[in-house]
Every structure is written in structure tokens, then in C-alpha cells.
């Protein structure tokens, strides 16, 4: 009997996501550009030893065709080539500025710290905030403007096309995804009924007027995932704000192996749960029932229970292709997921378990203690 109703909930979990992300999920940035006034937009990209990616990265940036932008680049505290050369990228260009930190205040994670001191340095009436790995097509800017002004934004984030990898990096990207479509519901965002938010590092258009009336990244010195964090800081205050797709227009190149996406998500996921265990367990037993139950109980169940595993499962499956489609993934990829699943419970344990042994979290070779950064997601509870 209790099987019987948990699948029944499973059911209508699946049906109604999926329906809503077949009708709301995936809007694409029209391709029209053409604008009356041009705002002016500063780029901001934050840099700690990005030498491998920085200077083509850039380049895309200075190519965009929209005519009234800068391009302000955070050197923050790189031990590589990155100061050498974002330096001659500014001597080839009058609309990049540079700006090299040298030190970091406590209660701050560097990151975070570069984008707050770069902002004070920006004369646009919009920022984008963006990294130092992403590509942007020329027309990307122009297009994003003419939505966020048609549609009267204070915030715009684009869900970047992530440049393919290995077999195994590319399943675990289609699990990524529609857990992130399964947990964010992105669609929801620009409804002010709604406390769903959006937020993305390769791509966060705001309002420099907003930025600052919110707070900015002040008020997220300690939170890792300060792209979803601002996000929904900005959606606290009532702020509109809007997701798009934009295909191949915007690219960033992910981890190259597993084992590297293991590590490099170390200090993200047990963020992502706002370091709280509960989260952790909640998550780790809901997605058990959801996705292992109907499966694993093809095998034992009967009658009823048979029919709601069946109907589960082909469920499970029809939203991975139709996310597989959109995303351009083999939709053999679909049937994987009780294996890639199953890894992202073990990154999510093993974030947990080194977070809470190490008593902190380690980046770019900077360590955050625990206790500084639970103080820090107290206060900001939106």
C-alpha cells in the first residue's frame, strides 16, 4: 500500500513537470537585435589563473556587435600568465580595463570579491557578469539587450550551450540539466507569483541600479554558487527577471573527465543543499523514489503497482529524450540515467563528507572555513 502511493506521487511529480516542461521550459532568445537606444554594458569577468582559456574568451567578448559596451577584467590574485595577458589585451583595446587584487579581505571568497571590486570600477547602466571560459557570438550582446528592453528586465540570465566531452561527461551533463530543470523550474522565474529564480556565471545581465539597490555581491561574500545566489537575492526584492536558451550563440567548455568534474564539484553541491544535511537527505531519499522505486520494482510488483512502475519509468525516460533533443545529446544517453544517478549521489556524499571533515572548503587554492560560510548563508536567507 505504501509502495502503491508513493508511486502515485511519483506519477504526478513526473506528469506535471513534464508537462510543464514540454509547454514553459524552453524558450529561446529571439534572433531579432535591432534597438533604438543602446545602453551602455559593462562586461565584467573575473580571472584567477584562466591563462589556458582567457585570451580567446576575451576576444569573442570584444568582437560582440554591440556598439556601446567595456570590458572590465578582475585579476584576482593569479600566480600564472592570466596578469601578463590580460595586460596586453587592454594595450590592443580602449574598452578593456584591468583591475589587479592582490589581497583578499576575510569573509570573502575571492571570486565573489573580484566581481564586487570590479563593479565600483564599471560606467555602464547594466552589468554582465560573466566568466573568464565562456564564448559569446557576435550578435549574442544586441539580442540580449532588445529582449531585456522589450520585455522591461532588471535581470537576464542565457543557459549556455556546454561544449561536448567523453561519453561518460556528456551523460552526466543531460543528468546536471534536468536536474536542474526538475529542482530550479527556471520557467517560473519571470512570475512574480513564483520564489523560483534564475542565475548563471556564463551569463547574468543586471540592472547596475538593481546590483546595488540588492546589495550585490557584498551580501553573498561567502556563498560559492553566487551566480544562483544573486539571482535569487534579486528575485527577493521583487526585481523582473527572465531565463533564455540561446543554442549555439553562447559556449562554455566544461570539465574534460569525470574524475575532474568529481573534484571541480566538491565545493558546489553540498552549497547548492545550503551546507544543511537535512537538504542532503531529503534530496538523496526523494530522488530514490522517484527514479529508483518504479525501476527497481519492474522486477517484484504486480497489478496496479506493475502498471504505475511501467508508466513511471517510460516517464522518467520521455523527459530525458525531450531534454536530450533540446540540448542536442544522443538520446541514448536517456537510459542511463540509474547509472549517472548514481554518481551524482556519490559527488553529492563525498562534497558533504569533505566539507564537514576538512571543516571548510578549498578553491583556487584559498581555504573558507565552514563556520564563516554557515554564518554568512544565515543572512542571506531570501
Not at 191 to 208: I, M, P
Request: charged letters at 20%.
Amino acid at each position: 500500500m505504501i509502495v502503491t502511493i508513493l508511486l502515485i506521487l511519483g506519477f504526478c511529480f513526473l506528469l506535471t513537470n513534464a508537462l510543464e516542461l514540454w509547454l514553459f521550459g524552453y524558450q529561446l532568445l529571439p534572433k531579432s537585435k535591432a534597438l533604438l537606444v543602446t545602453p551602455k554594458v559593462s562586461i565584467m569577468i573575473p580571472a584567477c589563473n584562466e591563462e589556458k582559456h582567457i585570451f580567446s574568451a576575451i576576444s569573442s567578448m570584444e568582437k560582440m556587435d554591440y556598439p556601446n559596451k567595456e570590458i572590465i577584467i578582475v585579476n584576482d590574485r593569479s600566480t600564472d600568465k592570466t596578469p601578463q595577458l590580460i595586460d596586453e589585451l587592454a594595450k590592443q583595446s580602449s574598452i578593456i580595463k584591468i583591475i589587479h587584487i592582490e589581497h583578499l579581505p576575510s569573509h570573502w571568497m575571492g571570486k565573489n570579491h573580484a566581481l564586487y571590486e570590479g563593479t565600483k570600477h564599471t560606467s555602464g547602466e547594466w552589468i554582465l557578469f560573466t566568466d573568464s571560459d565562456v564564448y559569446f557570438d557576435p550578435d549574442l550582446l544586441s539580442r540580449a539587450m532588445h529582449f531585456c528592453l522589450n520585455k522591461n528586465l532588471d535581470h537576464f540570465a542565457i543557459f549556455p550551450k556546454v561544449e561536448k566531452s567523453t561519453f561518460w561527461m556528456n551523460s552526466m551533463m543531460l543528468l546536471v540539466t534536468m536536474m536542474y530543470f526538475f529542482m530550479a523550474k527556471p520557467w517560473r522565474a519571470k512570475h512574480h507569483w513564483s520564489q523560483c529564480s534564475v542565475g548563471q556565471g556564463s551569463f547574468n545581465l543586471v540592472k547596475k541600479s538593481v546590483y546595488f539597490d540588492c546589495g550585490g555581491h557584498e551580501k553573498i561574500r561567502l556563498n560559492s554558487d553566487d551566480d544562483v545566489k544573486l539571482g535569487a537575492l534579486i528575485k527577493s526584492k521583487k526585481y523582473k527577471q527572465d531565463i533564455c536558451f540561446a543554442e549555439n550563440a553562447l559556449r562554455v567548455p566544461w570539465y574534460s573527465s569525470l574524475p575532474e568534474m568529481i573534484k571541480g564539484l566538491e565545493k558546489n553541491i553540498f552549497a547548492y543543499m545550503n551546507y544543511n544535511i537535512s537538504i542532503m537527505i531529503f534530496f538523496t531519499v526523494f530522488t530514490f523514489i522517484l527514479f529508483y522505486l518504479p525501476l527497481f520494482n519492474l522486477f517484484f510488483a504486480s497489478g496496479i503497482e506493475l502498471v504505475l512502475c511501467v508508466i513511471n519509468t517510460m516517464l522518467i525516460i520521455m523527459i530525458f529524450i525531450l531534454i536530450a533533443k533540446r540540448f542536442g545529446y544522443p538520446l541514448c544517453y536517456s537510459f542511463l540515467y540509474p547509472i549517472t544517478l548514481a554518481v551524482d549521489y556519490y559527488m553529492s556524499w563525498r562534497s558533504l563528507y569533505y566539507i564537514l571533515k576538512n571543516q571548510g572548503v578549498s578553491w583556487r587554492d584559498t581555504f573558507y572555513s565552514l563556520e564563516n560560510i554557515k554564518e554568512d548563508y544565515l543572512k542571506t536567507k531570501f
